[in-house]
């Protein structure tokens, strides 16, 4: 048997984040493209080497974007939207940020919005969707794959490409006109496929990756049947296909992944291990099995020795090839745990990041080869003996449980989960309270975090500035956020999140049972990184978290002031989570600890709160027969979460970048007062669903796209909230951006909410 090692894909951004800081200093004018080029060009070449260092079979090219994956393949195939005006003389790389960011063209109003966003299945990054229509047309119309080939190929490095498969590409695409499937254009997209596999197996490529991820969802049939005819058509392009799969078993499309005229096909292990063995049994000798042992999604350290007695398998053993790479691209967690000389060295013992995954694929493949017991293989590779160690360190470790939380959960009522009275008694009670006009306007939590607030947060962190010295220059920053929101005209407040660093990191760092990296970035979109918290334990809180800030914000102002917090699911999905109890089991864990902080908002006479859940919709299953537990569950911990108020104070919850269509009727049972989602990218798309539904408490439909420098005209504002007003009472909306304004600047954020406001009294002017 022949083993080989290799990877589906590479963190992007650099050890040090190198791609966000070039990026963000090219947007500002301060590098030229060609400055920002070789930036990938050096990013490239270390991250390639590393690979090979690692002893890797293949180093990965296709998988670095300066933006999205996505984005690269809508370029690739010459599929970007009329709608942009596009000359074709613009350089490619400022047209992929156009499409990523939108346009602003002088004297035109409206502009061009960027690209709809949305979650990559069920992880916390975002790609860019292509917009088709029936007349869309493909051509292979970049180079860059090409070129970045030739890259490697120049370093004398053995090279396999990746692509987004073409079913997938389409899958993941919006259909911009009516009466027509994306389904339909395959037939004109796969002639451009054949021509890049040709072309890159001509050019050196030894194989060439696919991804087809959506073989791991519940397909129509109309999708299934156009799998094999389609790869019939690739497979006259003679390249080396490795056909990719992750995220999911694959189920009733396992016997088509596998009957495929491909030369190999890649499983992945952590979320389907049994597909790995199914697949072994059904492949032909003469095909490669690639095995994703090592988690791609998480950061503990693999069981080295589970995953040696899953390659010993005797149902493997009749393969001529296996390759071992991990479940998927490790684009999903940080670079190096060598970085983090803050965290313990049990903690830190029990990590793996990317790098850490390199080695643990050599480990595995030279004592796979190895034909002895586990101590005598233990000997030889220290590795062996470091991930038993650290798994049985981890499993008896006391700071993993905490009995006084196992005995609240047990002792838990059975209405913990229920307000005490239905929502028209609270919004009675409610509008009696707030007294706010039709249409409230609001923002959805955070004002920008701007250079000197990055600063001063750094600056306490060192020990250069004292506690009281920090707080005062915050609560600085706080009241000039509620000055500029009095003078805007908002009805509703928020204090601007000048002390969080992250709507998850901020929490997690004062919650018991979770650990900080300094350098675990992770991207989450273009130049976007996050930081995910490490929940290695028993959560709870040991002290108010929120409290102070918000009393205090609300003592500047006579309007509500909002207090934010981020929810039980949210705070879940966006932390690298333990894996020795079911996740459920943790959020229950953390809800009790929102819950606590709810109370003691509400004493301290905050009525309007807060508690974002983004993430809602990414947390569900890819598999529907899945999706009934996972609801239940993740409805109930964030009512646990907003229950132990009073009727008087008003629920509120965001949920961002998701689609809802399938799953409203357990959004509505989540039963917050004021719900507010993303639709400005969607045209109020989804708030069509909603008004269909007769969603029946308040709703905030985004009306500006946060995520794009340019700030709306009046008229566009207003004219999206028309649109909601036919599907949506006017008693039952508000309006907001569709996020929060962290990553944007003062004058667009004063801009576009002057701009919001004022469409908003324009309609209550109309209404009235």
Same mark, same amino acid.
């Given at each position: 048997?022949?083993?080989?090692?290799?990877?589906?894909?590479?963190?992007?951004?650099?050890?040090?984040?190198?791609?966000?800081?070039?990026?963000?200093?090219?947007?500002?004018?301060?590098?030229?493209?060609?400055?920002?080029?070789?930036?990938?060009?050096?990013?490239?070449?270390?991250?390639?080497?590393?690979?090979?260092?690692?002893?890797?079979?293949?180093?990965?090219?296709?998988?670095?974007?300066?933006?999205?994956?996505?984005?690269?393949?809508?370029?690739?195939?010459?599929?970007?939207?009329?709608?942009?005006?596009?000359?074709?003389?613009?350089?490619?790389?400022?047209?992929?940020?156009?499409?990523?960011?939108?346009?602003?063209?002088?004297?035109?109003?409206?502009?061009?919005?960027?690209?709809?966003?949305?979650?990559?299945?069920?992880?916390?990054?975002?790609?860019? !969707? &292509? =917009?088709?229509?029936?007349?869309? *047309?493909?051509? /292979?119309?970049?180079? @860059?794959?090409? #070129?970045?080939?030739?890259?490697?190929?120049?370093?004398?490095?053995?090279?396999?490409?990746?692509?987004?498969?073409?079913?997938?590409?389409?899958?993941?695409?919006?259909?911009?006109?009516?009466?027509?499937?994306?389904?339909?254009?395959?037939?004109?997209?796969?002639?451009?496929?054949?021509?890049?596999?040709?072309?890159?197996?001509?050019?050196?490529?030894?194989?060439?990756?696919?991804?087809?991820?959506?073989?791991?969802?519940?397909?129509?049939?109309?999708?299934?049947?156009?799998?094999?005819?389609?790869?019939?058509?690739?497979?006259?392009?003679?390249?080396?296909?490795?056909?990719?799969?992750?995220?999911?078993?694959?189920?009733?499309?396992?016997?088509?992944?596998?009957?495929?005229?491909?030369?190999?096909?890649?499983?992945?292990?952590?979320? !389907? &291990? =049994?597909?790995?063995?199914?697949? *072994?049994?059904? /492949?032909?000798?003469? @095909?490669?099995? #690639?095995?994703?042992?090592?988690?791609?999604?998480?950061?503990?350290?693999?069981?080295?020795?589970?995953?040696?007695?899953?390659l010993r398998s005797g149902r493997l053993q009749k393969l001529r090839e296996i390759w071992l790479a991990p479940s998927c691209s490790l684009l999903h967690v940080p670079f190096s745990v060598a970085a983090e000389k803050g965290l313990d060295a049990q903690l830190r013992s029990w990590l793996s990041f990317a790098v850490e995954k390199l080695r643990e694929l050599q480990t595995l493949k030279n004592a796979a080869r190895e034909n002895a017991d586990k101590e005598t293989l233990a000997a030889r590779f220290p590795l062996l003996a470091q991930s038993r160690a650290a798994l049985q360190s981890r499993k008896a470790s006391p700071r993993v449980h905490a009995p006084e939380v196992a005995a609240r959960i047990a002792a838990l009522p059975a209405d913990i989960d229920r307000r005490k009275s239905p929502y028209p008694t609270r919004r009675a009670a409610q509008a009696a309270r707030f007294q706010l006009p039709l249409f409230a306007a609001t923002t959805i939590g955070s004002f920008p975090q701007t250079a000197s607030v990055r600063a001063l947060r750094a600056a306490f962190r060192s020990g250069k500035t004292n506690l009281a010295d920090y707080t005062a220059a915050l609560r600085e920053k706080i009241s000039e956020a509620v000055a500029v929101q009095e003078e805007l005209g908002l009805d509703v407040l928020v204090h601007g999140e000048a002390e969080r660093n992250d709507m998850v990191e901020y929490f997690g760092e004062q919650l018991a049972g979770f650990a900080f990296t300094a350098n675990g970035w992770v991207q989450s979109y273009g130049s976007r990184c996050v930081k995910p918290p490490i929940l290695y334990g028993d959560v709870s809180r040991p002290q108010p978290m929120t409290v102070e800030w918000s009393r205090f914000a609300q003592s500047l102002t006579q309007k509500p002031m909002k207090g934010m917090l981020t929810g039980p699911v949210t705070i879940l999905q966006w932390s690298f989570v333990r894996d020795d109890q079911p996740r459920a089991a943790t959020a229950e864990q953390i809800a009790l600890a929102i819950r606590d902080e709810v109370v003691d908002l509400e004493k301290a006479g905050i009525g309007i709160i807060q508690i974002?859940?983004?993430?809602?919709?990414?947390?569900?299953?890819?598999?529907?027969?899945?999706?009934?537990?996972?609801?239940?569950?993740?409805?109930?911990?964030?009512?646990?979460?907003?229950?132990?108020?009073?009727?008087?104070?008003?629920?509120?919850?965001?949920?961002?970048?998701?689609?809802f269509h399938d799953i409203l009727?357990?959004?509505?049972?989540?039963?917050?007062?004021?719900?507010?989602?993303?639709?400005?990218?969607?045209?109020?798309?989804?708030?069509?669903?909603?008004?269909?539904?007769?969603?029946?408490?308040?709703?905030?439909?985004?009306?500006?796209?946060?995520?794009?420098?340019?700030?709306?005209?009046?008229?566009?504002?207003?004219?999206?909230?028309?649109?909601?007003?036919?599907?949506?009472?006017?008693?039952?909306?508000?309006?907001?951006?569709?996020?929060?304004?962290?990553?944007?600047?003062w004058p667009e954020t004063k801009a576009a909410l002057a701009n919001m406001v004022e469409a908003a009294r324009r309609l209550r002017a109309k209404v009235k």
């Open positions: 048997m022949t083993l080989r090692t290799h990877l589906l894909g590479f963190p992007r951004m650099g050890e040090n984040r190198e791609l966000k800081f070039a990026l963000e200093r090219h947007w500002r004018g301060e590098i030229s493209l060609d400055e920002l080029e070789q930036t990938g060009r050096d990013l490239r070449a270390r991250h390639w080497d590393l690979q090979r260092e690692a002893g890797l079979d293949f180093v990965t090219v296709g998988d670095f974007a300066f933006y999205d994956q996505m984005a690269n393949h809508i370029q690739l195939l010459g599929c970007e939207p009329a709608r942009f005006g596009f000359s074709g003389n613009e350089p490619e790389l400022s047209r992929c940020f156009t499409l990523a960011r939108g346009l602003a063209r002088e004297g035109d109003e409206k502009s061009c919005p960027a690209l709809e966003m949305t979650k990559w299945f069920d992880t916390n990054y975002h790609y860019l !969707a &292509p =917009e088709f229509s029936a007349d869309t *047309a493909f051509a /292979l119309a970049s180079e @860059r794959i090409f #070129s970045e080939l030739a890259e490697a190929k120049r370093l004398g490095h053995p090279v396999k490409a990746a692509l987004i498969g073409p079913l997938t590409f389409l899958w993941l695409g919006k259909e911009k006109t009516a009466g027509f499937s994306r389904l339909d254009l395959l037939e004109k997209l796969l002639p451009v496929y054949r021509k890049i596999l040709a072309r890159l197996s001509a050019e050196g490529a030894e194989w060439v990756q696919i991804d087809e991820p959506i073989l791991g969802l519940d397909l129509p049939s109309s999708w299934q049947q156009a799998f094999e005819p389609a790869y019939h058509q690739l497979a006259s392009a003679n390249a080396q296909v490795l056909l990719a799969t992750y995220f999911s078993p694959l189920k009733e499309n396992f016997n088509l992944a596998c009957r495929l005229p491909v030369a190999g096909l890649h499983i992945d292990a952590a979320r !389907a &291990p =049994e597909d790995a063995l199914l697949a *072994a049994d059904w /492949l032909p000798a003469h @095909r490669a099995l #690639s095995i994703g042992l090592i988690d791609g999604r998480n950061i503990w350290r693999a069981d080295l020795d589970l995953a040696l007695d899953f974002d859940e983004p993430a809602i919709r990414e947390g569900l299953p890819l598999r529907r027969e899945h999706w009934g537990e996972y609801l239940a569950w993740a409805t109930r911990v964030f009512r646990i979460a907003a229950s132990g108020v009073t009727d008087a104070t008003q629920i509120h919850t965001h949920m961002c970048y998701s689609e009727p357990e959004i509505a049972s989540m039963d917050a007062d004021v719900i507010t989602i993303e639709t400005s990218r969607s045209d109020m798309e989804l708030l069509r669903a909603f008004g269909h539904f007769h969603y029946p408490n308040a709703i905030g439909p985004g009306v500006y796209d946060i995520h794009s420098p340019r700030a709306p005209s009046v008229e566009e504002i207003e004219g999206l909230l028309e649109k909601a007003l036919a599907v949506i009472p006017a008693e039952q909306l508000w309006v907001n951006p569709d996020c929060g304004l962290k990553t944007r600047d």
